[in-house]
């Protein structure tokens, strides 16, 4: 069981700066695959950023590519989302994922607001 805590959300203005964590317990995330996703009022869950176990390898969905940066320190056992010339459409809840290499078992978050006016 990996038992996952975000921080870092918060209300900024268009055109601001956050820095999502993702904090784990329970296991090390050095194992897992972690992704960050995001759901905004009235729509689905949609995927923003991933991030391989070791860091080497990073994906982004269109939207935020140039934008958001995602990192990990297995040391630290924490996993964070870079968000830089937030927008108003990034407004949703932040939800960090854990995944094991060839496991089809999901570990979430409870989420963290992020909420950018205009």
């Known amino acids: 069981q990996v038992l996952l805590l975000e921080s870092g959300g918060g209300l900024v203005q268009a055109g601001g700066s956050l820095r999502l964590s993702c904090t784990a317990s329970?296991?090390?995330?050095?194992?897992?695959?972690m992704a960050w996703f995001r759901q905004a009022p009235g729509k689905e869950r949609e995927f923003v950023a991933f991030?391989?176990?070791?860091?080497?390898?990073?994906d982004y969905a269109d939207s935020v590519k140039g934008r958001f940066t995602v990192s990990r320190d297995n040391a630290k056992n924490t996993v964070y989302l870079q968000m830089n010339n937030l927008k108003p459409e990034d407004t949703a809840v932040y939800y960090c994922?854990?995944?094991?290499?060839?496991?089809?078992?999901?570990?979430w978050g409870q989420g963290t607001q992020v909420t950018v006016s205009s």
């Open positions: 329970g296991r090390t995330l050095s194992s897992y695959y």
């Open positions: 994922n854990a995944r094991m290499l060839l496991s089809t078992v999901d570990f």
């Open positions: 991030i391989s176990t070791g860091g080497g390898t990073t």
